[in-house]
């Protein structure tokens, strides 16, 4: 037993001050200090707190509204020679469909890295030779060499027309394909080419298209980015 102790199975600890915070055994009026946390008030922004993601600022590039207003003024008057000698002016509208197809990719081909001017002679020359999947395939080498001389390149556009003109007609008929995807597999047919001819052949825009019918198709890859 304690010193001190009443002798009643109590120890003398109750006459010790109470840990911090409680209430004071015998002291009414004094509270025990809470333990709850304080609640704190979450504000979200429009749009949060629903399960929605946050809004992000649309990118746009810089200037491009001036520039699009620039462009228009440009092509006002429409006297490029993109506009008189482009692809679409390059093949024979009064020939049958599938040639008309045909002449639109050769004429695609043959554009790259050069000018419109050139590309334009060139396809006047096979036209009056009457421009066919048939009559190419005819045609030796250094004849077809000589008919689109001076055209870039063109010692292997010679070889390309005529692999991929082999493989229009035993492939698909003497026609050109109609997706992007079987046209870029065809020998000197790049993606840019793949594109244009999907939108002036088969008048179906794939992926590139004219800026608000600002730009025309041109002869020349030089003008949509590449030569492809």
């Known amino acids: ?8 199975g109590r ?15 015998g002291t009414p009026g004094i509270p025990r200090q809470s333990r709850r ?32 207003e620039r462009i228009r003024e440009m092509r006002r008057s429409r006297d490029a020679p993109v506009d008189e000698m482009g692809v679409h002016k390059c093949y024979d509208s009064n020939a049958p469909p599938q040639v008309m197809r045909y002449q639109v990719l050769l004429a ?6 050069t000018k419109d001017q050139v590309t334009s002679a060139a396809m006047l ?15 030796d080498d250094d004849t077809l060499g000589q ?33 992007v995807e079987e046209l870029v597999q065809l020998p000197g047919v790049g993606p840019k080419m793949a594109h244009l001819a999907m939108h002036i052949a088969w008048d179906s825009v794939a992926g590139i298209g004219n800026l608000g019918q600002l730009w025309t198709p041109t002869c020349t890859g030089s003008q949509t980015g590449s030569s492809g």
């Open 11 to 25: 120890s003398g600890l109750e006459s010790l001050p109470s840990p911090a915070g409680s209430q004071i055994q």
């Open 108 to 113: 695609l081909m043959l554009s790259s890295q």
């Open 37 to 68: 946390r304080k609640s704190l008030a979450i504000a979200y922004e429009a749009g949060q707190g629903d399960g929605a993601e946050p809004r992000r600022a649309r990118w746009e590039p810089r200037d491009w509204r001036e520039q699009l």
């Open 1 to 8: 037993m304690i010193p001190g102790s009443s002798g009643r």
């Open 147 to 179: 008919i689109i001389y001076p055209v870039g390149f063109w010692r292997n556009k010679v070889k390309y027309i005529k692999q991929t003109t082999a493989i229009l007609k035993q492939k698909y008929g003497g026609d050109i394909p109609s997706t």
């Open 125 to 139: 020359r096979l036209r009056r030779r009457g421009l066919t999947v048939d009559s190419v395939l005819q045609m």
